[in-house]
């Protein structure tokens, strides 16, 4: 099919360098002229684990291409994908401009029939809106313009991975024309007829995906759910986390046994720093000013969104308490995106901690696998070294704080940087060491929930 994908971010990129690596014709573009630039000279503007492939196939064999003119990108495509940002304003709800701007766009430009789909996380309600401005701003007669609503499911950093591996395609569709499109946009995917760019041939067996087929506001909605449930697991864990700390348990072991229950499940039970990254936190904010917008009580939501807000306060307590004096301390940080596998760091928690370390007097040097260069726009005018070696990050250090749980992170010689440290301390903001292995090292060893096996009640100071 002719698809155009709008919006050139993490979400756009993917969608339109796997439609085309899978067989679609597709024209991506964006209003940020030195993206387009950049893509067009065949570089990605961001890190992401087997899209390079991806893009490059897909470009080499005349399936995708980028252009700044979105005009162009729109009368070249039968089916349109809008991936354009949909950031918090001040009071939490989606800003949804623009979206707006798009639809006035695709109204101008289109000559012919259109497909509309929303794909950017958009409150519910919104496919209607942007039905209307279609057909208020369209040129009678020349085109016509089905909405749909096709949320995106996929994670940074396993963004490849997840879109070929899908474990459900959702459209929010009015009418058997757009799901009818929107089967043929995934029949790749649903036959498992491409070649996996991420295995290599050898893709783990997973069930085919569940194509659901729903209504646009069932299908605006189930993303903003889903993205608010990951949130409340998470926040449930930490506040497991907390009692462990006070009644001497071990929230792995706690959080595994729960999770081995299929109702439950494994995932998303990790205690730590807490979640970040552009979707987590502003899904939340949206849904509850949504759902407060129309009177319905969520303070269940809220709740989570507050005990993830504190998580960073929670640990920086833990370096003061172990380090007593903070300033002119020399503390080292490792990991900055707010995960790993990817160059993300909006709203990463490992950002807030080191700026605030930095804020308090210590004495900084961080270091992440990818993130540096955007960490180095992000801390400007504060004092925070950035290095790549994590083990000058150690050298000298009095406290070494983990972050963001790399996996180079966790291989590191750590028998070698227990001899680098001024003082050998270790916050693991992220649960990803071995407690036992670091403490036989020699380590002072701190984490979230996992205070000494035989310890007695203790109230909190681990
Ligand atoms: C999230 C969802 O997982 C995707 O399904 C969704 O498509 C995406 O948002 C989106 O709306 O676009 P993502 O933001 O890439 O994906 O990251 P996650 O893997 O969900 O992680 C979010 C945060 O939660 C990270 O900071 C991570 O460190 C944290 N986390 C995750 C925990 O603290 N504990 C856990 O157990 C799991």
Not at 23 to 33: K, N, W
Not at 92 to 102: K, Q
Not at 357 to 378: F, K, N, Q, T, W
């Amino acid at each position: 099919m002719r698809l155009a994908v709008i919006g050139c971010g993490y979400v756009g990129l993917v969608t339109g360098g796997c439609l085309g690596y899978a067989g679609h014709e597709v024209v991506a573009t964006d209003v940020d002229a030195g993206r387009i630039a950049m893509l067009q000279a065949g570089k990605l503007p961001i890190y992401e684990p087997g899209l390079e492939v991806v893009v490059e196939k897909a470009t080499k064999a005349g399936r995708l291409r980028f252009t700044g003119d979105a005009a162009e990108a729109i009368l070249a495509s039968d089916a349109i994908f809008i991936c354009v940002g949909t950031p918090p304003l001040e009071s939490g709800a989606a800003d949804l401009s623009a979206i707006d701007n798009v639809a006035r766009q695709i109204a101008a430009a289109s000559r012919s029939p259109k497909l509309v789909i929303e794909k950017s996380t958009v409150p519910a309600q919104t496919g209607a809106q942007l039905q209307r401005a279609l057909d208020v701003y369209g040129r009678r007669g020349e085109a016509t313009f089905r909405v749909a609503s096709n949320p995106e499911f996929l994670r940074e950093g396993t963004a490849v991975a997840d879109f070929f591996h899908p474990d459900r395609i959702v459209v929010g569709v009015e009418g058997a024309d757009a799901e009818r499109q929107l089967r043929e946009i995934y029949k790749p995917i649903l036959e498992g007829t491409f070649s996996c760019p991420i295995h290599d041939g050898h893709c783990p067996a997973v069930a085919a995906p569940v194509f659901m087929v729903t209504t646009i506001a069932s299908a605006e909605l189930i993303k903003h759910a889903s993205n608010s449930f990951l949130g409340l697991k998470i926040s449930y864990a930490n506040v497991i986390a907390d009692l462990c700390e006070r009644l001497g348990a071990n929230v792995e072991e706690v959080t595994r046994a729960v999770g081995l229950d299929p109702r439950i499940g494994p995932q998303f039970l990790s205690a730590g720093l807490g979640f970040g990254g552009f979707c987590l936190p502003k899904d939340i904010q949206a849904f509850l000013h949504l759902a407060e917008g129309l009177g319905v009580n969520f303070r269940l939501l809220r709740e989570a969104e507050i005990v993830n807000q504190r998580r960073v306060d929670q640990f920086l307590d833990k370096v003061r308490r172990a380090l007593w004096v903070v300033k002119d301390k020399q503390v080292g940080a490792l990991g900055l995106a707010f995960k790993p596998n990817t160059d993300d760091i909006r709203f990463a928690p490992g950002i807030e901690v080191v700026r605030r370390m930095d804020a308090e007097g210590a004495i900084v040097c961080a270091s992440d696998p990818v993130a540096i260069e955007r960490a180095r726009l992000a801390l400007q005018g504060t004092g925070v070294k950035l290095m790549p070696d994590p083990y000058d990050v150690a050298r000298g250090a009095e406290a070494l704080l983990l972050l963001t749980e790399w996996r180079e992170y966790r291989d590191l010689d750590w028998e070698r940087i227990h001899a680098q440290m001024a003082r050998p301390l270790v916050l693991d903001g992220r649960n990803m060491l071995s407690r036992d292995k670091m403490r036989a090292i020699g380590f002072e060893y701190h984490s979230f929930g996992r205070p000494d096996v035989h310890s007695k009640v203790s109230l909190g100071s681990h």
